[in-house]
Protein backbone atom coordinates (compact mmCIF):
# COMPACT_ATOMS: atom_id res chain seq x y z
CA UNK A 1 0.00 0.00 0.00
CA UNK A 2 1.14 3.39 -1.19
CA UNK A 3 2.03 5.76 2.64
CA UNK A 4 -0.38 8.59 2.78
CA UNK A 5 1.55 12.08 3.43
CA UNK A 6 0.33 14.19 5.94
CA UNK A 7 0.92 17.73 6.49
CA UNK A 8 2.08 18.25 10.07
CA UNK A 9 -0.12 20.99 11.60
CA UNK A 10 2.67 23.32 12.82
CA UNK A 11 3.77 23.60 8.86
CA UNK A 12 0.14 24.19 7.64
CA UNK A 13 -0.48 26.96 10.18
CA UNK A 14 3.40 28.52 9.08
CA UNK A 15 2.30 28.61 5.66
CA UNK A 16 -1.43 30.26 6.25
CA UNK A 17 0.22 32.78 8.48
CA UNK A 18 2.53 33.16 5.30
CA UNK A 19 -0.53 33.74 3.09
CA UNK A 20 -2.56 35.79 5.47
CA UNK A 21 0.77 37.90 6.08
CA UNK A 22 1.31 38.30 1.98
CA UNK A 23 -2.33 39.59 2.14
CA UNK A 24 -1.44 42.34 4.27
CA UNK A 25 1.52 42.98 2.73
CA UNK A 26 -0.24 43.56 -0.34
CA UNK A 27 -3.56 45.69 1.12
CA UNK A 28 -0.72 48.05 2.80
CA UNK A 29 0.89 48.37 -0.53
CA UNK A 30 -2.63 49.50 -2.63
CA UNK A 31 -3.36 51.67 0.42
CA UNK A 32 0.05 53.25 0.34
CA UNK A 33 0.05 53.92 -3.25
CA UNK A 34 -3.99 54.98 -2.79
CA UNK A 35 -4.86 52.45 -5.81
CA UNK A 36 -2.26 54.50 -8.84
CA UNK A 37 -0.63 50.79 -9.09
CA UNK A 38 -3.82 49.14 -9.53
CA UNK A 39 -5.03 51.74 -11.60
CA UNK A 40 -2.11 51.30 -14.07
CA UNK A 41 -2.48 47.61 -13.99
CA UNK A 42 -6.07 47.58 -15.14
CA UNK A 43 -4.82 49.66 -17.77
CA UNK A 44 -2.61 46.74 -19.31
CA UNK A 45 -5.32 44.65 -18.79
CA UNK A 46 -8.21 46.50 -20.45
CA UNK A 47 -5.90 47.46 -23.42
CA UNK A 48 -7.37 45.35 -25.58
CA UNK A 49 -10.61 46.43 -25.42
CA UNK A 50 -10.18 50.10 -25.95
CA UNK A 51 -12.74 51.40 -28.65
CA UNK A 52 -11.31 51.75 -32.31
CA UNK A 53 -10.26 54.52 -34.50
CA UNK A 54 -13.23 54.50 -36.13
CA UNK A 55 -15.44 54.70 -33.04
CA UNK A 56 -13.31 58.10 -31.97
CA UNK A 57 -14.30 59.91 -35.70
CA UNK A 58 -17.71 59.16 -34.90
CA UNK A 59 -18.13 60.48 -31.72
CA UNK A 60 -15.99 63.76 -32.52
CA UNK A 61 -18.16 64.37 -35.34
CA UNK A 62 -21.17 64.09 -32.75
CA UNK A 63 -21.13 67.53 -31.32
CA UNK A 64 -23.81 69.45 -33.73
CA UNK A 65 -25.21 70.28 -29.89
CA UNK A 66 -22.03 71.69 -28.95
CA UNK A 67 -21.79 73.86 -31.93
CA UNK A 68 -25.18 75.35 -31.52
CA UNK A 69 -25.19 76.29 -28.09
CA UNK A 70 -21.53 77.91 -28.84
CA UNK A 71 -23.44 79.97 -32.09
CA UNK A 72 -26.42 80.87 -28.93
CA UNK A 73 -23.68 82.41 -27.14
CA UNK A 74 -22.52 84.34 -29.93
CA UNK A 75 -19.13 84.85 -28.67
CA UNK A 76 -19.67 87.47 -25.58
CA UNK A 77 -17.46 86.23 -23.48
CA UNK A 78 -15.46 89.77 -22.72
CA UNK A 79 -11.74 89.62 -23.37
CA UNK A 80 -11.10 92.60 -21.63
CA UNK A 81 -12.98 91.28 -18.62
CA UNK A 82 -10.94 88.18 -19.06
CA UNK A 83 -7.23 89.93 -19.14
CA UNK A 84 -8.46 92.04 -16.28
CA UNK A 85 -9.32 89.14 -13.81
CA UNK A 86 -6.68 87.54 -15.03
CA UNK A 87 -8.54 84.08 -16.12
CA UNK A 88 -6.85 81.40 -17.82
CA UNK A 89 -7.04 80.36 -21.85
CA UNK A 90 -6.58 77.14 -23.57
CA UNK A 91 -5.02 76.16 -26.44
CA UNK A 92 -6.45 73.48 -28.83
CA UNK A 93 -2.99 72.96 -29.52
CA UNK A 94 -2.08 71.52 -25.92
CA UNK A 95 -5.65 69.14 -25.46
CA UNK A 96 -4.85 65.42 -25.27
CA UNK A 97 -7.09 63.03 -26.56
CA UNK A 98 -7.89 60.34 -24.37
CA UNK A 99 -10.14 57.17 -23.86
CA UNK A 100 -12.72 56.30 -21.36
CA UNK A 101 -11.38 52.69 -19.84
CA UNK A 102 -13.49 52.64 -16.59
CA UNK A 103 -16.25 54.92 -15.49
CA UNK A 104 -18.37 55.05 -12.43
CA UNK A 105 -21.50 56.72 -13.37
CA UNK A 106 -24.18 54.94 -11.30
CA UNK A 107 -22.66 55.24 -8.52
CA UNK A 108 -22.39 57.90 -5.71
CA UNK A 109 -18.70 58.98 -6.27
CA UNK A 110 -19.30 59.27 -10.06
CA UNK A 111 -15.88 59.43 -11.63
CA UNK A 112 -14.24 58.15 -15.07
CA UNK A 113 -10.94 56.89 -15.76
CA UNK A 114 -9.03 57.51 -18.94
CA UNK A 115 -6.08 55.92 -20.67
CA UNK A 116 -3.55 59.33 -20.11
CA UNK A 117 -1.72 59.99 -17.20
CA UNK A 118 1.42 62.16 -15.68
CA UNK A 119 3.57 60.58 -18.03
CA UNK A 120 1.04 62.34 -20.94
CA UNK A 121 1.33 65.21 -19.43
CA UNK A 122 -1.64 65.21 -17.51
CA UNK A 123 -1.89 66.58 -14.34
CA UNK A 124 -4.65 67.63 -11.74
CA UNK A 125 -7.04 70.27 -11.89
CA UNK A 126 -7.15 69.63 -15.87
CA UNK A 127 -10.15 70.09 -17.80
CA UNK A 128 -12.05 67.24 -19.47
CA UNK A 129 -14.70 67.84 -22.20
CA UNK A 130 -16.05 65.05 -24.68
CA UNK A 131 -18.65 65.53 -27.55
CA UNK A 132 -21.64 68.31 -26.52
CA UNK A 133 -19.31 70.00 -23.70
CA UNK A 134 -17.72 69.57 -20.41
CA UNK A 135 -17.54 66.42 -18.08
CA UNK A 136 -15.02 67.40 -15.24
CA UNK A 137 -11.67 68.13 -14.11
CA UNK A 138 -8.80 65.44 -13.15
CA UNK A 139 -8.74 64.72 -9.81
CA UNK A 140 -5.76 62.49 -9.61
CA UNK A 141 -3.42 60.74 -11.57
CA UNK A 142 -1.01 57.82 -11.63
CA UNK A 143 2.11 57.29 -14.40
CA UNK A 144 -0.80 56.03 -16.88
CA UNK A 145 -3.98 56.76 -16.09
CA UNK A 146 -6.52 59.54 -14.77
CA UNK A 147 -9.47 59.99 -12.91
CA UNK A 148 -12.12 62.60 -13.66
CA UNK A 149 -14.72 63.62 -11.05
CA UNK A 150 -17.79 64.17 -12.86
CA UNK A 151 -19.88 67.37 -12.71
CA UNK A 152 -22.99 65.35 -11.61
CA UNK A 153 -20.69 64.20 -8.40
CA UNK A 154 -21.53 65.59 -5.10
CA UNK A 155 -17.77 66.45 -5.04
CA UNK A 156 -18.34 69.27 -8.40
CA UNK A 157 -19.22 72.75 -7.69
CA UNK A 158 -18.72 75.27 -10.72
CA UNK A 159 -19.40 78.84 -11.60
CA UNK A 160 -21.67 78.84 -14.22
CA UNK A 161 -23.40 81.43 -17.00
CA UNK A 162 -27.25 81.83 -18.25
CA UNK A 163 -26.48 83.04 -21.30
CA UNK A 164 -30.14 84.53 -22.29
CA UNK A 165 -30.57 86.32 -19.18
CA UNK A 166 -26.83 87.08 -18.09
CA UNK A 167 -26.17 85.50 -14.68
CA UNK A 168 -24.03 83.80 -12.97
CA UNK A 169 -24.80 80.64 -10.61
CA UNK A 170 -23.76 77.85 -9.10
CA UNK A 171 -23.45 74.36 -10.96
CA UNK A 172 -23.62 71.51 -7.61
CA UNK A 173 -23.39 67.62 -8.52
CA UNK A 174 -26.13 66.27 -6.54
CA UNK A 175 -25.18 62.30 -7.39
CA UNK A 176 -27.66 61.67 -10.32
CA UNK A 177 -27.58 62.58 -13.74
CA UNK A 178 -28.85 65.84 -13.25
CA UNK A 179 -26.36 68.64 -11.59
CA UNK A 180 -28.46 71.47 -9.86
CA UNK A 181 -28.58 74.73 -11.07
CA UNK A 182 -28.16 77.37 -7.90
CA UNK A 183 -28.74 81.12 -8.72
CA UNK A 184 -29.03 83.48 -5.87
CA UNK A 185 -31.37 85.40 -6.86
CA UNK A 186 -35.13 85.00 -6.34
CA UNK A 187 -36.56 87.33 -9.25
CA UNK A 188 -33.95 85.63 -11.72
CA UNK A 189 -35.79 85.28 -15.19
CA UNK A 190 -34.91 81.47 -15.89
CA UNK A 191 -36.76 79.77 -18.06
CA UNK A 192 -36.49 75.86 -19.62
CA UNK A 193 -34.61 75.51 -22.39
CA UNK A 194 -32.32 78.16 -20.88
CA UNK A 195 -28.20 77.38 -22.02
CA UNK A 196 -25.31 76.78 -19.44
CA UNK A 197 -21.92 77.15 -19.81
CA UNK A 198 -19.07 77.80 -17.97
CA UNK A 199 -18.67 81.32 -16.57
CA UNK A 200 -16.55 84.10 -17.51
CA UNK A 201 -15.62 85.33 -14.18
CA UNK A 202 -14.81 81.43 -13.28
CA UNK A 203 -10.72 80.61 -11.50
CA UNK A 204 -11.25 77.07 -12.47
CA UNK A 205 -12.60 76.52 -16.27
CA UNK A 206 -12.50 78.61 -19.72
CA UNK A 207 -15.26 80.80 -20.51
CA UNK A 208 -17.87 79.17 -22.64
CA UNK A 209 -17.92 75.49 -22.29
CA UNK A 210 -20.93 74.41 -22.91
CA UNK A 211 -22.22 72.18 -20.01
CA UNK A 212 -26.47 71.67 -20.25
CA UNK A 213 -29.61 72.66 -20.77
CA UNK A 214 -32.25 73.77 -18.03
CA UNK A 215 -35.17 71.04 -18.25
CA UNK A 216 -36.81 71.67 -14.98
CA UNK A 217 -37.23 75.02 -12.13
CA UNK A 218 -37.84 74.74 -8.64
CA UNK A 219 -38.98 78.00 -7.22
CA UNK A 220 -40.48 76.92 -3.70
CA UNK A 221 -36.98 78.70 -2.15
CA UNK A 222 -37.47 82.33 -0.88
CA UNK A 223 -34.03 83.50 -1.45
CA UNK A 224 -32.94 81.59 -4.60
CA UNK A 225 -33.99 79.59 -7.61
CA UNK A 226 -32.64 76.05 -8.28
CA UNK A 227 -33.46 74.32 -11.81
CA UNK A 228 -32.48 70.69 -13.05
CA UNK A 229 -29.95 70.67 -15.53
CA UNK A 230 -29.72 68.00 -18.53
CA UNK A 231 -26.08 68.06 -19.51
CA UNK A 232 -25.36 67.82 -23.76
CA UNK A 233 -21.88 65.46 -23.00
CA UNK A 234 -23.41 62.22 -21.67
CA UNK A 235 -20.52 60.50 -19.42
CA UNK A 236 -22.34 56.84 -19.41
CA UNK A 237 -22.08 56.46 -23.49
CA UNK A 238 -18.93 59.13 -24.21
CA UNK A 239 -15.68 56.59 -24.88
CA UNK A 240 -13.78 59.08 -26.30
CA UNK A 241 -12.77 62.77 -24.20
CA UNK A 242 -10.46 65.70 -24.53
CA UNK A 243 -7.87 67.01 -21.98
CA UNK A 244 -7.55 70.57 -21.59
CA UNK A 245 -4.38 71.39 -20.61
CA UNK A 246 -5.16 74.87 -18.41
CA UNK A 247 -3.11 76.62 -16.50
CA UNK A 248 -4.94 77.67 -12.87
Do not use: C
Not at 80 to 89: F, Y
Not at 115 to 139: A, C, H, Q, Y
Not at 163 to 173: A, E, P, T
Request: proline content about 4%; charged content about 20%.
Amino acid sequence: MLGIRRISPNRWHKKKNWILFAIFLFLVFVRISKGSYYKDLYYFISRPFWPGQFQKEIVLESIDQEYLMKLNLLKKDNLRLRQILSLQESSNNENISAVVISRKTGSWWRQIILNKGSKDGVEIGNIVIGPGGLLGRVKDTSLFTSSVTLVTSPESKLGVWVDRIQVNGLLVGLGDDYPSLILYSKDADIKVGDFVSSSPASTLLPSNIPIGIVQSIDETLKSKKTAKISLLAKPHVIDWVQILKVDI
